[in-house]
């Protein structure tokens, strides 16, 4: 089963129609599982290969251009202890490799240490190697691949002696990833502690940027592909700049920095190949003033640069959270030609972007591997043209309350459900128009069952243990029976599932469920779970991922009077695509809050509304006050009814109406009260709806009734009026109304709400 997850987003928001077929985002896992994509690249048939961790293992996966996954491999088992890729890049063969870095992965070592996965592009695993570092007791950290023609080097920072606590060391690596050799670079005398900026391929070698905190220096190296150093540029630590990056293309240098001085703008220095001088700077101006973040650079084929960063956006919710951009660099002409921004996955939290690559050779398609916080999920975006989109929806953003016409184009789906945010509202095909009249970012989703040709998956349903071998080790005050559990290995020999034990041996029924894809080859294992490890292993079973069940035997050599013996049964799952495709609407709602400061006194005129922009629309908001004033505030207000037009940049308006009363002393306070109602209500056209005052207020005050439509336009007035009743207009149309009531000489002010039906 295939299960993919696209959502279109709008490049320029809010620009209508601005909803392209080929984009996609993908969101990975769950929130208890904790993944994070540090890395993406392309292998030579189109296939994306993900890389990060994943619940605390290193992970690999392949994808095509719409996000939809092909292969997983997990580094459990292969890589001990807690493991994360940081890169990935192409051998010359077409092979996989993935560096990365572990804690605790070799047997009683705490060190950090660096590895490379070698796998094929289906994420076979070839090999895979450890690296110390320089001495007993010495870690290695912070892993970086280049390549050039078939020399690949590993490029990393290892703890030292004396006061140049960490250096740059470099290993050259053979195809079955042993050390060729192995250099050191000691980039000053004392430098302290060395960070590495950046480590790049060149035309002929390698460079990299390192940067000195203890020195207050940074220091740039060209290396030839054998290790030897062309030339190191030092040069002192630029005030206020944050560097993030190295990349190479035509015979230039680009390092990456974000400035927190001034505008607070991101820079990309070039640097001449032939002697590290400095040539130019392009400066990317967006947002500015605002504190950013990233800026990874990476070549494109169509000779741009590819410069991913995220910078704090307010989110649905006003609050500022972390977004990311893609900005194309052209380098001839030292200009951005243009950005894409990457829609967020939630409404709040960061969506950090850490790596991005080109599809094609005019830099129009390309992909974006990351994360989202707080949840922790990997996230994949694309821009291609290899799919169109499984539903259309009409239009991209409109006015609450809005009406969408949703368009199926999933063809042969067995079942259909459709989402808005999250609530199922359809299982139909085609699930008619769509009515939203809630403001604000809305994510409408459909997931449509499609059979496929092919062969079929298996899910394991039940399992149990006829017999044990009794080589079972248990402790003395412990209960000296067996807790069987199984692992499932995949063809390369990596665990993909390990049940729960039976802690209370017999019964033998394992609580087992796991699908199996047809077309492989697993390895059931028995094994014991003991109390001080090692756990004891019974035995294990190749089994087909088609497999109908059975009963299976095998003999373990430490008991062969007593075989391992299992029956297990399988159910056949229908060959499926999951096809899940989820859109982002805006319904644009203005809204505000506000401050009502009343007046003195009835006759004075010193009361005071001051409204501010809330979300649910697009802002800046145009404000119309039924007084004529266009400003987000008004003073100088005498006692009464006003109302308040906000118009948001798409043309999308609310009304509010607000009263100003009296300051009202506790003398004077039940004499201002007013107690009215409204009857009957709601009331017909034709029905005279009557309005009743009782109270002090109905004692002879002078009382003002006026009636506003929902748009604060005022419809009707009866001034003056003294006792205890009032009819009501006729013959308005069907609505809400808002019935005001006004004591004239306190002041106070009574609202009703008045249906029309």
Not at 506 to 511: F, V
Not at 564 to 569: C, E, K, W
Request: negative net charge; glycine residues 8%.
């Amino acid at each position: 089963m295939k299960t993919l997850f696209l959502t279109c987003a709008l490049f320029v928001f809010p620009a209508a129609n601005a909803c392209l077929q080929e984009t996609y985002q993908k969101l990975f896992g769950n929130a208890s599982q904790n993944n994070r994509c540090q890395a993406i690249e392309k292998l030579p048939d189109s296939t994306l290969v993900l890389a990060g961790d994943w619940a605390d293992r290193g992970y690999l996966m392949t994808v095509d251009h719409s996000g939809a996954l092909l292969e997983f491999l997990s580094l459990e088992g292969l890589i001990a202890g807690t493991s994360s890729i940081s890169q990935v890049l192409t051998d010359a063969d077409g092979n996989l490799l993935a560096a990365g870095e572990c804690h605790h992965c070799l047997p009683g070592d705490t060190l950090r240490k660096v590895f490379v996965v070698r796998t094929s592009p289906d994420l076979q695993v070839l090999q895979s190697k450890i690296y110390d570092g320089l001495a007993p007791q010495k870690g290695i950290f912070d892993p970086r691949l280049a390549r050039v023609g078939d020399a690949v080097v590993l490029a990393a920072t290892a703890d030292n002696s004396g006061w140049n606590f960490e250096d740059l060391t470099l290993l050259r690596l053979k195809p079955n990833l042993d050390t060729l050799w192995r250099k050191i670079y000691h980039s000053c005398d004392n430098c302290g502690f060395e960070r590495i900026i950046g480590f790049t391929h060149t035309v002929d070698g390698f460079a990299a940027y390192l940067e000195h905190p203890f020195g207050d220096s940074l220091t740039m190296y060209r290396f030839t592909a054998g290790g030897d150093v062309v030339w190191k540029n030092r040069s002192p630590v630029m005030p206020d700049h944050r560097w993030y990056d190295l990349a190479y293309h035509n015979n230039t240098l680009y390092a990456s920095a974000f400035v927190s001085s001034g505008a607070k703008t991101w820079q990309v220095n070039s640097y001449g190949l032939s002697d590290g001088a400095y040539q130019s700077t392009v400066s990317i101006t967006d947002r500015p003033g605002v504190d950013k973040e990233g800026l990874k650079l990476r070549s494109a084929p169509d000779g741009k640069l590819l410069a991913l960063a995220h910078i704090p956006v307010p989110n649905a919710f006003g609050t500022p959270t972390k977004q990311s951009f893609l900005y194309r660099i052209d380098p001839a002409t030292k200009q951005v030609v243009g950005q894409v921004s990457i829609p967020p996955a939630y409404l709040s939290g960061d969506q950090l972007a850490t790596a991005a690559v080109a599809l094609n050779a005019e830099g129009s398609e390309f992909a974006v591997g990351g994360y989202v916080t707080p949840e922790l999920q990997s996230f994949f975006f694309s821009v291609n043209k290899f799919a169109a989109e499984p539903f259309k929806i009409t239009p991209d953003t409109a006015c609450a309350p809005a009406v969408f016409t949703l368009t199926n184009q999933v063809a042969g789906a067995t079942a259909y459900a459709w989402r808005l945010d999250s609530v199922l509202f359809s299982t139909a095909a085609d699930p008619g128009p769509l009515a939203i009249a809630t403001g604000g970012q809305h994510t409408i989703e459909l997931r449509a069952v499609v059979p496929v040709a092919g062969n079929s998956d298996f899910l394991i349903d039940y399992f149990s243990v006829n017999s044990l071998p009794e080589i079972w080790n248990e402790c003395a005050f412990c209960d000296n029976k067996p807790d069987p559990y199984i692992r499932i290995r995949d063809q390369t020999g990596q665990v993909v599932y390990v049940s729960q034990p039976i802690e209370d041996y017999p019964p033998t029924q394992l609580p087992v469920s796991y699908r199996l894809r047809g077309s492989k080859i697993y390895v059931l294992e028995v094994w014991d779970s003991d109390a001080f490890p090692p756990d004891d292993f019974f035995g294990a079973f190749d089994i087909p991922g088609n497999t109908p069940g059975g009963t299976m035997s095998v003999t373990n050599p430490e008991d062969p009077d007593t075989p391992l013996s299992i029956t297990f049964s399988t159910v056949q799952l229908p060959a499926i695509d999951t096809v899940v495709f989820a859109r982002v609407v805006w319904v644009s709602k203005p809204d505000v809050t506000s401050t009502v400061q009343n007046a003195s006194s009835a006759g004075a005129a010193d009361g005071s509304i001051t409204v501010a922009a809330a979300p649910g629309g697009i802002q800046p908001y145009a404000y119309a006050w039924n007084t004529g004033a266009q400003t987000p505030a008004l003073s100088h207000l005498a006692p009464g009814m006003y109302s308040l037009t906000v118009t948001d940049q798409l043309g999308c308006s609310s009304v509010f109406t607000f009263t100003v009363g009296v300051l009202v002393s506790t003398e004077t306070a039940a004499d201002a009260a007013i107690s009215a109602s409204i009857a009957p209500n709601p009331s017909g056209q034709d029905a005279r709806a009557v309005l009743r005052v009782a109270g002090s207020a109905a004692d002879g005050s002078a009382l003002d009734v006026r009636v506003f439509d929902a748009a604060g336009r005022e419809l009707w007035v009866q001034t003056a009026l003294s006792g205890a009743t009032c009819l009501l207009p006729q013959n308005l149309n069907p609505g809400a109304y808002l019935v005001a009531v006004q004591n004239r000489r306190s002041g106070a002010v009574k609202t009703l709400r008045w249906m029309v039906l």
